[in-house]
T-cell receptor
């Protein structure tokens, strides 16, 4: 079974609209962390947001929020008020086990295009 | 503040050659990582380190070696380069303090093995 599943290879969103990028994960470890990264066409990797499995509240960072639904094993990224600069590949990733034990798995990514 | 730096930016190797990819960070982070990204794919963890003198294998360590003699530097060594090692290599670091798992990435090294 895939550890991280991103079912949307590509998505379009109108500028200033909100968009949700889906991510589901599979682990039996009670301690894990979930990450989202942005990769623009220039190629660099940009860390966006992190959610720990024991965190009670959904993580937020500016226009990014992580909709963490533990029972459903989903960790969707919500981008509010999309901007043209948000056009990029977005990767979801999971660290299994406590920090310091870095078993990390990435999804295949979602390409987001923001339309003016 | 330079953050995470990687050298070289791009390199072409012949099959069987060796090279070292350099990575340095100036943020006093204990955690450092090496990832590779194959075309159209997400990243795969090669090796990681939780502090100077401590390294461990990630998902795809075969054909690579690392060392961590200082907090700042985390070089990745490729021995006997193979075409399957053609990829983009990213180094990253993150703070030690509990709960902060922000990762800072270098710009990447594009490696082509012919």
């Amino acid at each position: 079974a895939q550890k991280i599943t991103q079912t949307q290879p590509g998505m379009f969103v109108q500028e200033k609209e909100a968009v949700t990028l889906d991510c589901t994960y599979d682990t039996s470890d009670p301690s894990y962390g979930l990450f989202w990264y942005k990769q623009p066409s220039s190629g660099e990797m940009i860390f966006l947001i992190y959610q720990g499995s024991y965190d009670q509240q959904n993580a937020t960072e500016g226009r990014y929020s992580l909709n963490f639904q533990k029972a459903r094993k989903s960790a969707n990224l919500v981008i509010s008020a999309s901007q043209l600069g948000d056009s990029a590949m977005y990767f979801c990733a999971m660290r299994e086990g406590p920090r310091g034990y870095q078993k990390v798995t990435f999804g295949t990514g979602t390409k987001l295009q923001v339309i003016p | 503040n330079a953050g995470v730096t990687q050298t070289p930016k791009f390199r072409i190797l012949k099959i069987g050659q060796s090279m070292t990819l350099q990575c340095a960070q100036d943020m006093n982070h204990n955690y450092m990582y090496w990832y590779r990204q194959d075309p159209g794919m997400g990243l795969k963890l090669i090796y990681y380190s939780v502090g100077a003198g401590i390294t461990d294998k990630g998902e795809v360590p075969n054909g690579y070696n690392v060392s961590r003699s200082t907090t700042e530097d985390f070089p990745l060594r490729l021995e006997l380069a193979a075409p399957s090692q053609t990829s983009v290599y990213f180094c990253a670091s993150s703070p030690t303090s509990g709960g902060d798992e922000t990762q800072y990435f270098g710009p990447g090294t594009r490696l082509l093995v012919l």
